[in-house]
């Protein structure tokens, strides 16, 4: 397990446009694996090349519950949106501590490759939806911050656990 140095709201790398991938190499695939590795130490959802300083259209994504539900996205292409939205607040491992009110399509359809480089497709909704979007959006420099309606929030302190069981 290998993690990697997040980059953090502010640092010129989240501003920038990625290049494709057009080969998977060993160096991608454990960049891949850190990926994981480190959105998961993090607790994140999803995690975008750029937020651990490599400027390549890769994107990682879990937003299983109860089970695992790994996805790897190179050179995603949203083809698909719904006009059905969702208003909701998100986050980024970028920006931690924070959230803010954002809309986002309800259902979205991506186009990319896997590790093999074949291309599929992917559909998802709701938070997977959401992550898929605001992933992509890193690819291209941009950071979630600048659609949030209203104010950018600080998290809730996590509440004691017995507080939690009543
Ligand atoms: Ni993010």
């Known amino acids: 397990m290998a993690l990697r140095k ?4 502010g640092d010129p790398v989240l501003t920038k446009v990625c290049r494709p991938v057009d080969k998977v190499t060993d ?3 454990s960049l891949v694996e850190d990926m994981f590795d480190t959105m998961y130490d993090a607790f994140g959802v999803g995690l975008a090349a750029p937020q651990v300083g490599v400027l390549k259209r890769i994107v990682v994504i879990d937003t299983g519950l109860e089970e695992p539900d790994p996805h790897v996205l190179i050179n995603p292409e949203i083809i698909e949106t719904s006009e059905e939205t969702q208003t909701g607040p998100e986050g980024c491992l970028s920006v931690p501590g924070k959230n803010g009110d954002v809309t986002r399509p309800m259902r979205v359809k991506v186009k990319a490759y896997d590790l ?3 291309e599929f497709i992917l559909e998802g ?3 997977l939806a959401r992550a898929i979007c605001h992933e992509c959006e890193h ?3 941009k950071l979630y911050v600048s659609k949030v309606e209203g104010e950018l929030r600080d998290n809730p302190t996590e509440p004691e ?3 939690e069981e009543i």
């Open 125 to 127: 909704a709701g938070l």
């Open 161 to 163: 656990e017995e507080e």
């Open 139 to 141: 690819l291209d420099g």
């Open 116 to 118: 093999d480089m074949n």
């Open 27 to 29: 160096k991608i695939r």
């Open 6 to 9: 997040i980059r953090y709201w």
